[in-house]
């Protein structure tokens, strides 16, 4: 929003002798006769500027234009800041949707994963689910590689023997030879 002094290009404490150099600044760079070829706009201009000369010479009405503009600045800057705040509620409640939605969605994929099913199932099931594909995509992909990483550790923990200083050492130069050797010195 452009303010008067804006259009003479003045702050809004200038004085009336600042005003006054402005405006002629002004009228003498818009004025229709001095722009040839681009007559509606000079026109335009010079218009605005006239105008905001009119309304800042007169201290009476510039006193009444600060007084408005004063006053409908607060009320727009009260608006702006409800908008504002209730802009950032929504996306803090679209945020918090998204989350539950998401962790709604692993939930799923993790019943199915320990139920035994696939990648290709767990993503299938997420789709019908109403999950995005690329999301369900790459929740699939996490909760298959968790699994599987589940699966391989437990199965790497019921192969061992029961002595574990033999499942250890059985391998010499193996680089924790030295380690668990060192280890059971000391029981």
Known sequence: MTTLYATLGVQADATLDEIKLAYRRAAMKWHPDRNPGREAESH??????RDAYAI???????????DV???EMRRWE???????????QAQ??????AQEHYEKMVAIAMRYADAGHSRDVLFGILLGKDCETE???QIADSVHALHQSRKAFAESEAVEPADASTARTEIPG???????QGLFRFR
């Open 44 to 49: 335009a201009a010079f218009q605005q500027i």
């Open 56 to 66: 800042l010479s007169d201290a009476e009405q510039r006193q009444v234009y600060d």
């Open 69 to 71: 503009f004063e006053r």
């Open 78 to 88: 009260a608006e702006h800041a409800a908008q504002q705040a209730e802009e950032r």
């Open 92 to 97: 803090e409640q679209a945020k918090r949707v």
């Open 135 to 137: 999301l369900a995509g």
């Open 174 to 180: 193996s680089p924790f030879e030295a380690f668990w």
